[in-house]
């Protein structure tokens, strides 16, 4: 049928296609419902000899549900760490390339040395004060760029040197880090899934409510709750990681914070009459 389903929409455009895909799931789906209870009215009295009230019952069913829900709440949850972990890795590379960066300005002539390590400092600051806490919704932002831009300029006079192209390969993987930590500021996972979990967490808790005994229940209504309150854990749990800048577990700066202190003792040891061209926020100062 997927070989039939992909030989007809082959041409058609993107979404179109993704449309046609989720239509076909749909009608299959309640094809498949549909064919059951046909075959529950009328097959079933051919193939068993039970008497109709006999069946499965409501618990019989809550238990591949519950399974379901425990599966598609890890496979979630290993999705959203996914993304953290990158966006650690990112973040301590970032911070890497900077110090890397500042390392090599050694090599190059004074002048130049001087700005690479003063922006150096500045960009570092305008992540770690500006946009480290736009990521927490999500965003960056334009003050790192300010310095970056500035890099470029100040390799421009050194072009032909030996120190150049060792500058420009530090640069690049600051720039490449940078934007992966930007990347992982975002969802990884789309909110529709989340609600589907939340909705399915919800079906689960009333579907094991309902199998519950009615009188001495307390020892399954305490594993009710404590059940309830593992799936609802992992759903707040994922939803906080997916977003590894802001919320309780979350991504802290430590590691540009680091490299700025030592950008910052460099510039201060080769320029000690020299003042930066930011303030404490990363922003140019003005003249």
């Known amino acids: 049928m997927l070989s039939a389903y992909a030989g ?5 455009p993107a979404p179109f296609e993704r449309c046609l895909l989720v239509l076909l799931v749909i009608v299959v789906a309640v094809a498949a419902l549909l064919a059951g209870l ?3 009215r009328w097959l079933r009295p051919r193939l068993l000899s039970e008497d109709d009230d006999t069946g499965m019952a409501v618990k019989d069913l809550v238990g591949p549900l519950l399974t379901l829900t425990v599966l598609l709440l890890a496979f979630v949850l ?3 760490n996914g993304s953290y972990g990158k966006a650690e890795v990112s973040s301590r590379g970032e911070a890497r390339a900077l110090d890397q960066l500042v390392e090599t300005s050694e090599y190059a002539p004074e002048v130049q040395r001087a700005r690479i390590q003063a922006d150096a400092v500045c960009y570092a600051r305008a992540v770690r004060t500006q946009e480290w806490p736009a990521m927490a919704d999500g965003h960056g932002s334009p003050a790192p760029s300010v310095w970056s831009t500035d890099f470029r300029a100040a390799f421009r006079d050194l072009e ?6 060792m500058l420009i390969a530090a640069d690049n993987k600051r720039s490449d880090e940078r934007e ?4 992982q500021a975002t969802a990884s996972i789309p909110s529709a899934i989340l609600w589907f979990l939340l909705a399915t967490l919800t079906i689960t808790v009333i579907g094991l409510g309902i199998c519950l005994p009615r009188k001495n229940n307390r020892g399954q209504v305490i594993t009710l709750i404590v059940i309830t309150a593992l799936l609802t854990t992992t759903l707040c749990i994922i939803r906080d990681v997916d977003r ?3 919320g309780i577990i979350n991504v802290e700066p430590t590691a540009i ?10 510039f201060t040891a080769n320029h000690p009459a020299t003042e930066l061209p930011c303030d404490d926020q990363g922003n140019r100062r003005t003249i």
């Open 8 to 12: 007809v929409v082959r041409g058609f």
């Open 38 to 40: 046909a075959a529950n």
């Open 78 to 80: 290993v999705t959203a």
């Open 160 to 165: 032909g040197k030996p120190v150049f192209g």
């Open 180 to 183: 992966e930590r930007l990347t």
């Open 244 to 246: 590894p800048f802001g």
């Open 257 to 266: 914070t680091e490299a700025e202190r030592q950008a910052t003792r460099d």
